[in-house]
């Protein structure tokens, strides 16, 4: 499975995380022409899916279905960027500071928690009966 290799290979997800938050950092500094706030569907998925991807590398990379007590630290690290983000945004020309486009990137972060932690109950049922099956 490939979440099992990418957790037995923890660098890899994690190098992922970086070089995706990396892009967004990037991202947000483009300067746009535009005059009026543009919220399409192309920003509403962006969003989402970035911070989706983001936190989604960084829970498989770092919790590894083992250290449950950094998922808090975790998901309150991508909120914060996320929140970073949209300040930096405000600073770049053309840019703007948007609560809506937060909310968009929280419920990607919060979709890749539920994700995630559903992905490792799956895993850990699949893996309860291949032992009792094995007994």
């Known amino acids: 499975n490939m979440i099992t ?6 660098k890899i997800p994690v190098t992922i995380a970086i070089v995706i938050a990396i892009a967004i950092f990037y991202v947000s ?3 746009i022409e535009q005059t009026e706030n543009y919220v399409g569907s192309n920003a509403i998925i ?12 960084m829970l498989i990379g770092i919790v590894k279905r083992k250290k ?3 998922i808090p630290i975790i998901i309150s690290i991508a909120i914060i ?5 949209e300040l930096h945004q405000y600073f770049v020309p053309g840019r703007y500071c ?16 539920g ?11 699949k893996t309860r009966k291949n032992i009792s099956v094995n007994e």
Request: charged share 15%; net charge neutral; glycine share 2%.
């Open 5 to 10: 290799l990418l957790e037995k290979h923890s």
């Open 29 to 31: 500094s483009i300067k």
């Open 46 to 57: 962006y969003h989402f899916s970035i911070f989706f991807l983001l936190s989604f590398f």
């Open 68 to 70: 449950f007590r950094f």
């Open 81 to 85: 960027y996320a929140a970073l983000d």
């Open 98 to 113: 948007s609560f809506t486009d937060f909310l968009i990137d929280m419920i990607g972060i919060l979709t890749a928690l």
């Open 115 to 125: 994700l995630y932690l559903m992905l490792i109950k799956y895993q850990n049922l």
